[in-house]
């Protein structure tokens, strides 16, 4: 057992932590502010993080990417989710599942990923389909050897900035015992493809500047080149590439509590009521003294799973209760920071109402508290013939 | 040419330091150490020197504690090709004097013969101001402080430095003991591949008798004290009203 950082996870967490904090902190109000992050803002830290050669660092250096572990990306992912999200997207970090790309689609979609030259996004989530992705009603037919994708997705996050986009789409139906089943198909997408449209979304409380996206797809033609896997495999895909990325949203839970809390300590160590600094009385000392354990248990738990990723080790059940444990701590943390705060708190002249705001969502994207305690009880009780 | 770059493992500046309570010094358990920032304006000096082809080895030396192998991996990390620690001490708390400091210095001058000493102008710890200077008097080399701005000219180097009053500029004739300023330049962040690299690079661990150094103190810190409170300022409506407040203050006759 050891749980200390070696030299170089030391230096990756330096080296994220300064990055953030020079690079992206400064940006931030504005972005709160409009709701936007303009382009030569997001081109700039686009370059910087390449120059520094952690774009990609998700990915096997194979492709050209950093060849990070499950548990050194999860510390640069927990850095980056002190700061805002919006601006973070472009310390580029493409999706994994861009490793199922065969032959051609290398150069013209892994590579250029890689490289930063093109950006993705990730599509799965309709107005009908949350949770229950199989229910989705975005849909493929063959035509002449192409196929013809009809349907909408909703709350695609990174889309207004994407390149491409990976789309899950259904493309046919099976007969089971337990009713009809929906066979999926994972599509590589260029923006601009005809028929093909990306357009605003909601205007959501959290996260403001990552935009949520609409895609519509209106007789939308792709050949088979297009296919990312095989054809109807989309959930062998989406399993193999897309289990690991609630460890992101753990890690990042984790980075952005550290932030909150160390805001919320210095304001307690600070602020006098009564004659005395506030953290004096019992009532905001043990709230933090709760919030600092819940925040290390989280941690703790988050790298662990990722650990286990490391070392070949099964850890479903493990990424779920991180991602779930995480998430909810961080609701737990921005809440009771605020009350330390107090009306000042709920301002939008202090971060702590944003990241109060922004910590909401992530209990509800990249599968609902409810989906990881369904996942974690079936783990245990499946063993069990239950 | 050869650049040598000592560094120091210093309290991080973002760091709100806590002074102990008998006094003694300022409490370093279980808080975050980082490089000097002006080291590492020196060490990012050096790598500049190499990329332009006017270095072709980076040497950083730390003298401290073995713990400072964390701030010459940083050194490695951002670009120097190896380094040498010299472990003076085990005790956090027992910081090596800048006569001590300085005869290391001097020995490792005499083992790698440096073009060039880039070091920092102060250490933020101690604030002293002295290293470079007292190594420039036992190397017999010359010396050019507080730079804002290097030019390496044949054998020798024009430095700009940044005095009261504006700014001067000497030619000083190599090898040369050069201590750097703020705004020399902005230290890179250490990349991916530097970090992953570093690992590899040659870290040489001595000690101070190996170069027959004595290290014991020859100062003594009588005591450490908090800085005085600032008191709460007055906002004047006019700048008759500002004359009287600084006359009552005793500060205008």
Same mark, same amino acid.
């Given at each position: 057992?050891?749980?200390?950082l070696n030299d170089?996870?030391s230096?990756?967490?330096?080296?994220v932590?300064?990055f953030?904090e020079r690079?992206?902190y400064?940006?931030?109000?504005?972005?709160?502010r409009?709701?936007?992050?303009?382009?030569?803002?997001?081109?700039?830290?686009k370059?910087?993080t390449?120059?520094l050669?952690?774009?990609?660092c +998700?990915?096997?250096?194979?492709?050209?990417?950093?060849?990070?572990?499950?548990?050194?990306f999860?510390?640069?992912?927990?850095?980056?989710?002190?700061?805002?999200?919006?601006?973070?997207?472009?310390?580029?970090?493409?999706?994994?599942?861009?490793m199922?790309?065969?032959?051609?689609q290398r150069d013209?979609?892994?590579?250029?990923?890689v490289?930063?030259?093109?950006m993705?996004?990730?599509?799965?989530?309709?107005?009908g389909?949350?949770?229950?992705?199989?229910?989705?009603s975005c849909?493929?037919q063959?035509?002449?050897?192409?196929?013809?994708?009809?349907?909408?997705?909703?709350?695609i996050?990174?889309?207004?900035h994407?390149?491409?986009?990976?789309v899950?789409v259904a493309?046919?139906?099976?007969?089971? /015992?337990?009713? /009809?089943?929906k066979?999926?198909?994972?599509?590589l997408?260029?923006?601009?493809t005809p028929?093909?449209?990306?357009?605003?979304?909601?205007?959501?409380?959290?996260h403001?500047?990552?935009? +949520?996206?609409?895609?519509?797809f209106?007789n939308c033609?792709l050949p088979?080149?297009?296919?990312?896997g095989e054809?109807?495999?989309?959930f062998?895909?989406?399993?193999?590439?897309l289990y690991?990325?609630?460890i992101?949203v753990?890690?990042?839970?984790?980075?952005?509590?550290?932030?909150?809390?160390?805001?919320?300590?210095a304001y307690a160590?600070?602020?006098?009521?009564?004659?005395?600094?506030?953290?004096?009385?019992?009532g905001?000392?043990?709230?933090?003294?709760?919030?600092?354990t819940?925040?290390?248990?989280?941690d703790?738990?988050?790298?662990?799973s990722?650990?286990r990723?490391?070392?070949?080790?099964?850890a479903n059940?493990?990424?779920a209760?991180a991602?779930?444990?995480?998430?909810?701590?961080?609701?737990?943390?921005?809440?009771a920071t605020l009350q330390?705060?107090?009306?000042?708190?709920?301002m +939008?002249?202090?971060p702590?109402?944003?990241?109060?705001?922004?910590?909401?969502?992530e209990?509800?994207?990249?599968g609902?508290?409810e989906?990881?305690?369904h996942?974690?009880g079936?783990?245990?009780l499946?063993?069990?013939?239950? | 040419?050869?650049?040598?770059?000592?560094?120091?493992r210093?309290?991080?500046?973002?760091?709100?330091?806590?002074?102990?309570a008998?006094?003694?010094?300022?409490?370093?358990a279980?808080?975050?150490m980082?490089?000097n920032?002006f080291?590492?304006?020196a060490?990012?000096?050096?790598i500049?020197?190499?990329?332009?082809?006017?270095?072709?080895?980076?040497v950083?030396?730390s003298?401290?504690?073995?713990?400072?192998?964390?701030?010459?991996?940083?050194?490695?990390? @951002?670009?120097?090709?190896?380094a040498?620690?010299?472990?003076?001490?085990?005790d956090v708390?027992?910081?090596?004097?800048p006569?001590?400091?300085?005869?290391l210095?001097?020995?490792v001058?005499?083992?790698e013969?440096?073009?060039?000493?880039l070091?920092?102008?102060q250490?933020i710890?101690?604030?002293?101001?002295?290293?470079?200077?007292?190594?420039?008097?036992?190397?017999?080399w010359a010396?050019?402080?507080?730079?804002?701005?290097?030019?390496?000219?044949?054998?020798?180097?024009v430095?700009t430095?940044?005095v009261?009053?504006?700014?001067?500029t000497?030619k000083?004739?190599m090898p040369?003991?050069?201590?750097?300023?703020?705004?020399?330049?902005?230290?890179?962040?250490?990349?991916?591949?530097?970090i @992953?690299?570093a690992?590899?690079?040659?870290?040489?661990?001595?000690t101070?008798e190996?170069?027959?150094v004595d290290?014991?103190?020859?100062?003594?810190?009588?005591?450490t004290?908090?800085?005085d409170?600032?008191?709460a300022?007055v906002i004047?409506?006019s700048?008759?009203?500002?004359?009287?407040?600084?006359?009552e203050a005793?500060?205008l006759?």
């Open positions: 057992m050891n749980f200390g170089e996870q230096m990756i967490v330096d080296t932590r300064t953030v690079e992206i400064p940006h931030e109000d504005a972005v709160e409009t709701g936007h992050v303009p382009e030569d803002l997001a081109q700039d830290i370059q910087k390449r120059d050669g952690f774009y990609a +998700n990915f096997p250096e194979e492709v050209g990417g950093g060849g990070l572990g499950h548990v050194d999860a510390l640069v992912e927990r850095e980056l989710g002190r700061a805002s999200m919006a601006l973070t997207h472009f310390f580029g970090r493409p999706q994994n599942i861009l199922a790309c065969e032959g051609e013209r979609y892994l590579l250029p990923a490289r930063g030259e093109r993705d996004a990730l599509a799965m989530t309709e107005p389909a949350g949770s229950d992705v199989r229910g989705m849909s493929a063959r035509d002449g050897g192409d196929w013809v994708v009809k349907g909408a997705k909703h709350f996050s990174g889309a207004d994407a390149d491409f986009v990976i899950f493309t046919g139906e099976d007969q089971t /015992p337990r009713g /009809p089943k066979r999926i198909t994972t599509f997408v260029d923006r601009g028929g093909f449209t990306i357009r605003e979304g909601y205007a959501s409380v959290s403001r500047g990552y935009k +949520n996206m609409i895609l519509d209106d033609r088979d080149a297009q296919v990312l054809v109807d495999q989309g062998a895909v989406m399993n193999e590439w690991a990325t609630r992101t753990a890690a990042m839970a984790v980075g952005r509590a550290r932030r909150v809390f160390d805001m919320g300590l160590a600070e602020r006098e009521q009564f004659g005395q600094p506030i953290g004096k009385f019992q905001v000392s043990f709230q933090l003294a709760d919030m600092v819940e925040i290390d248990a989280a703790w738990l988050t790298l662990a990722a650990w990723l490391d070392q070949g080790l099964p059940r493990e990424i209760s991602k779930l444990y995480a998430t909810e701590m961080l609701a737990r943390v921005t809440d330390i705060y107090g009306g000042m708190g709920l +939008n002249d202090l702590i109402a944003r990241f109060w705001r922004d910590a909401r969502v209990r509800i994207w990249d609902t508290s989906i990881q305690r996942i974690i079936r783990e245990l499946r063993p069990l013939g239950a | 040419m050869k650049v040598l770059v000592p560094v120091k210093v309290i991080d500046y973002n760091v709100k330091v806590r002074v102990k008998d006094g003694s010094g300022v409490d370093l279980n808080v975050k980082s490089m920032p080291d590492e304006i060490v990012e000096q050096a500049r020197m190499k990329e332009a082809g006017q270095a072709d080895e980076v950083a030396v003298i401290g504690v073995k713990q400072s192998q964390e701030t010459l991996r940083t050194a490695l990390a @951002m670009g120097a090709d190896r040498i620690l010299i472990v003076a001490t085990d708390h027992n910081d090596i004097e006569l001590a400091v300085a005869k210095l001097k020995a001058c005499d083992e013969q440096p073009g060039v000493v070091c920092g102008k250490a710890d101690n604030d002293m101001n002295a290293t470079g200077q007292m190594l420039a008097a036992l190397t017999g010396q050019a402080t507080f730079a804002s701005d290097i030019q390496l000219d044949g054998d020798s180097a430095v430095r940044e009261d009053g504006g700014l001067q000497i000083v004739k040369a003991i050069i201590s750097v300023d703020l705004r020399l330049n902005e230290p890179r962040y250490a990349s991916l591949p530097n @992953m690299k690992k590899k690079k040659p870290l040489d661990e001595k101070p190996e170069y027959g290290v014991s103190p020859r100062l003594q810190i009588v005591s004290g908090e800085p409170q600032r008191k300022g004047v409506g700048v008759d009203e500002l004359v009287a407040k600084l006359k005793g500060a006759a």
